[in-house]
């Protein structure tokens, strides 16, 4: 009881028999690799995953990890397994009820139970094997005769009438075990290799999340940090416009224009009222009576008139000297900061607004450097200027050597030799672009002028000054141009091969795309016209791999 309820512990609960590649989530349940990748794929549009078992919640795909110590354990206990179990193959001859088949027999075409086996023939033309429903394909078509054996110089099964007497007679057999058990080592490897490759995507993937959080998270500090500097910045601002209105106010308070007003208003009417006296002793036409009225010397009285003009002066006047100055601070304060120059009076603040400066231009650069690229376009091949002893694929991204002569029409623009230039020129800008090479043979990647002789002896692309490119011959790099070669170093282990064009440079470089990506060399020059990419194929074939893509030049 206690094994049978072990035995559903290594059960897949999305399609319920054993694990078969056994991966786990994050929330610790085990699935099929097959089965929970099934699962994610139907849930990618909704943006949420969910596990199947105890429907955990993520908004990005969880990764799989594979878990090793339940794939011993099943592995080892796959073997321990009825076979009628796996099969769902039953006896032929049990009619009443549905009994598990134990073998086939090959001879008999039928299936049969451990109670029928005991009885079967056991002469040698009775071949058993494990339970199948496919009899009829283990027999030859031609003299129905139990297929026995493998020819392989036509990869097929035979029986032993084909390989003494039939059409196969004098071919390679063997004996289809032995075959099958070659096969089954072969695919045994391709298997570790698929799962070594598999595990170190899954790696990649895993750093490159990691890597994505790790940003986000650093993205978020930066922004939190620059969002306070400048609310600091703001209410510095605010309090020193506040400080220059409190002064303006102060200033415009303190001032008694009002009340000296009102003394001036006094002594006009004063004044005026001995005007009037003055013009009436003019009037009179006694003489006695203008000499017996007091002196007039005190109408005009100087020492009011300099006590007047001491008031006058000494009223407190509008600090505008003051406010100006103020006034003047702040906008030298707003012209620091949006031109960085450096200001005494608002040393600090402008110190705050460079490292705000400094850490913006870091977050900038670092979102260009992650974001420069813009969207891959086509870059095909032009079949009008293909060599007829190549053949370029139907989708116009593959040149492979041709054993048999295209027969396109001879035209000015098609080339005498293997050599074919793409339909897109480039005549400014940044871009790059990439092809799939073959780690053997002989090639030649790089760009050229339109006006490349397409004929003459030197119309291979890098043997004249119209052309550059990436050479490979008797397993060594070279650079050419004009004829002239730069010897690169032959250990480049990778068969992906990167363009990148800076038109207005002037500089033409080639990378390896192995990991890391490495440069090979970049070559400088000053181009007089357009640009197309050019292949030239001697073994082999090569593929332009995606599109081009422009980039944007980082400060």
Excluded at 48 to 74: H, S
Excluded at 298 to 305: V, Y
């Amino acid at each position: 009881m206690a094994s049978a309820d072990l035995r559903q512990e290594l059960d897949c609960c999305i399609c319920l028999n054993i694990y078969t590649d056994p991966v786990t989530l994050r929330c610790g349940h085990n699935f099929c690799r097959v089965c929970i990748d099934r699962v994610l794929d139907t849930q990618e549009g909704s943006g949420i995953y969910t596990c199947p078992e105890c429907r955990a919640k993520c908004r990005e795909r969880p990764t799989l990890i594979k878990n090793i110590n339940l794939c011993n354990i099943v592995r080892r206990l796959r073997p321990t397994q009825p076979a009628q179990e796996e099969t769902g193959i039953f006896c032929t001859y049990c009619v009443d009820s549905p009994v598990p088949a134990a073998k086939s027999c090959l001879h008999c075409e039928a299936s049969l139970c451990d109670k029928h086996l005991r009885v079967h023939s056991k002469s040698a033309e009775h071949v058993l094997s494990d339970p199948t429903i496919s009899l009829g394909n283990r027999k030859c078509s031609v003299h129905k005769k139990i297929l026995e054996y493998y020819c392989t110089e036509d990869a097929v099964c035979i029986c032993v009438s084909c390989s003494l007497a039939g059409k196969h007679r004098g071919h390679h057999v063997e004996m289809v075990d032995e075959a099958s058990e070659k096969k089954k080592e072969k695919l045994r490897n391709v298997l570790q290799k698929l799962t070594t490759k598999r595990e170190e995507t899954e790696r990649r993937v895993q750093s490159l999340q990691e890597r994505r959080r790790e940003d986000q998270e650093k993205a978020a500090g930066v922004t939190e940090r620059v969002t306070a500097l400048f609310r600091d910045i703001r209410r510095q601002l605010e309090d020193l416009e506040k400080r220059v209105l409190s002064e303006i106010s102060r200033q415009e308070e303190s001032v008694s224009v009002t009340d000296l007003i009102q003394q001036l208003e006094k002594k006009k009417d004063e004044m005026s009222r001995k005007m009037r006296h003055i013009e009436e002793l003019c009037n009179m036409s006694d003489p006695v009576s203008v000499l017996q009225e007091p002196d007039t010397d005190d109408l005009c009285d100087t020492e009011d008139r300099e006590r007047h003009d001491d008031q006058v002066h000494g009223v407190g006047d509008l600090d505008v000297g003051l406010i100006s100055r103020k006034i003047h601070t702040l906008s030298v304060i707003i012209r620091g900061i949006n031109m960085g120059i450096y200001v005494p009076e608002a040393a600090d603040i402008l110190q705050d607004v460079r490292k705000v400066r400094n850490t913006l231009s870091n977050v900038t650069t670092g979102i260009k450097k992650l974001n420069y690229m813009q969207e891959a376009t086509d870059i095909l091949l032009d079949i009008n200027t293909a060599g007829n002893t190549i053949h370029i694929s139907g989708d116009m991204k593959t040149a492979s050597v041709s054993d048999r002569n295209q027969k396109r029409p001879q035209t000015p623009e098609r080339f005498r030799y293997n050599q074919v230039i793409s339909t897109r020129r480039f005549s400014s800008g940044r871009h790059y672009w990439e092809v799939e090479v073959s780690k053997s043979g002989e090639w030649r990647v790089g760009m050229c002028y339109p006006s490349i002789d397409r004929r003459g002896g030197q119309s291979g692309i890098g043997s004249n000054n119209k052309s550059w490119c990436l050479y490979r011959c008797n397993n060594q790099y070279t650079v050419r141009h004009d004829g002239k070669r730069i010897q690169l170093p032959d250990n480049i282990p990778c068969d992906r091969v990167r363009i990148y064009l800076d038109y207005e440079a002037g500089q033409l470089s080639f990378y390896a795309l192995c990991d890391p990506i490495r440069h090979l060399h970049t070559v400088t020059a000053t181009f007089t016209e357009p640009l197309h990419a050019a292949l030239w194929v001697v073994e082999g074939c090569i593929k332009i791999s995606g599109g081009v893509r422009s980039w944007e030049k980082l400060p």
